[in-house]
């Protein structure tokens, strides 16, 4: 039986985030998620100088190169499905960088309301 089609914040099917860089937990260009994603790595958002600085000094450096790991590292502007946590902790902290409603996977819905997504969406206009 086939899996049904992964559903954005917005309740529409779930849009790609990047394919260069390639992102996703499953490195598929999407935000999608499973039992084994710990992270839930389900925000879509566009890097910022501010969030990569915020995510390294959390321990997470987002923008060194990893090529044994195939990771290109990460500069403004790239987008990246983010650990729905670490996006909230930049919010709160107020470094969260834009997002991307249409490619945030509903599972992030569990760490952040709707309001608090769209108050950083890229495409709410």
């Known amino acids: 039986m086939k899996k049904p089609p992964a559903k954005n914040v917005l309740g529409q099917p ?12 499953f490195r598929d260009g999407c935000c999608n998620t499973d039992q084994n994603d710990r992270g839930s790595h389900t925000v879509c958002a566009e890097m910022s100088a501010e969030f990569l600085a915020f995510s390294k000094a959390r321990g997470n450096d987002l923008s060194t190169p990893r090529p044994e790991m195939g990771f290109p590292g990460l500069k403004p502007g790239d987008k990246w499905c983010l650990c729905a946590s670490r996006w909230g902790e930049a919010r709160d902290a107020g470094s969260a960088p ?28």
């Not at 599972?107 to 997504?117: G, T, V």
């Open 98 to 125: 834009k997002l991307v409603l249409a490619s945030t996977h509903m599972a992030a819905l569990r760490y952040a309301s709707i309001e608090q997504l769209m108050e950083h969406a890229l495409d709410m206009n």
């Open 14 to 25: 779930l849009q790609p985030c990047s394919i260069d860089p390639m992102t996703g937990w």
